[in-house]
């Protein structure tokens, strides 16, 4: 696919319940800081979402699928990101957006070649990675602007989404043998930092029994997830089983993904 076509395409996804994510809160304009908060840590997930996608198509893994969450996620970040900006007043945030500028023209650029190129995958860990910090950045600077324990609830939440994204990219990384090693290690920090973030949120005060019922069901799906994860095998990703370990992991990604997306609504409302 071109790049004029691949960007093109992306421009006119909708933003739907079509499994590819989107609450309605991530269609409204922002009017709080919990709603800032929400969005500004959605755009880590993105990041992670993205190089996810990425090494998805490269493998063939689920092909039509990661192109259509690909497509997605590109347009939902830059369109969610200039709402950031247009929102941000405090000078350091502004600060770290304009440094996010930066980085995310680095990384749509890592993504748009012809095809997803095993030769180029390192390139677009780095620059997700690097939009991860500052996502993460603008995240924090929102949180401590809002001075609220809910803001560190709809924080906390909203980093579940990217870990989910996270660990599946380091999943399909090392089955693509990039950065092998490294990716194992990432994954497995990740899935820790998951685990025990989805314990603060049960025993939050703020957590309602409804938040609570969401939390279950994300942690049945990171059940199977796990399973999924243990079955990797760094750089065999063209045998017919571990393909399918790696469809199951994409897939079961984005459950978790939905239903986070959903707790952090909840958290932010």
Known sequence: MRRRDFFGAAAGVQFGLSGLLMSPQAQAQ?????????????LRMLSQRMAKSYY???QQVVPDQAQRVLQMSVALFERQFSELKAFATQPTIQATYGELDGAW?????????????????????????????????????????????????????????????????????????VQAALSLTEMSKARDEFAAAHNILKTAPQSTSSIKAELDLALMQFEFFESALRGLKPGISASRMQTQQMSDVFTT??????????VTGMYAR
């Open 105 to 177: 023209r680095d990384y749509k650029t890592a993504l748009s070649f012809t095809a997803p190129d095993k030769s180029k995958a390192a390139t677009v860990a780095l620059n997700a990675s690097n939009v991860l910090a500052l996502a993460q950045q603008g995240t924090a600077q929102f949180e401590k602007e809002l001075n609220q324990p809910v803001g560190r609830l709809v924080n906390l939440s909203g980093r579940q989404r990217m870990l989910s994204q996270r660990m599946a990219a380091m999943y399909l990384s090392a089955s693509w043998d």
């Open 56 to 58: 998805a198509m490269g």
């Open 253 to 262: 990604s984005e459950r978790i993904l939905q239903v986070m997306d959903n």
């Open 30 to 42: 922002i009017t709080t800081l919990n709603d800032a908060i929400n969005k500004a840590g959605r």
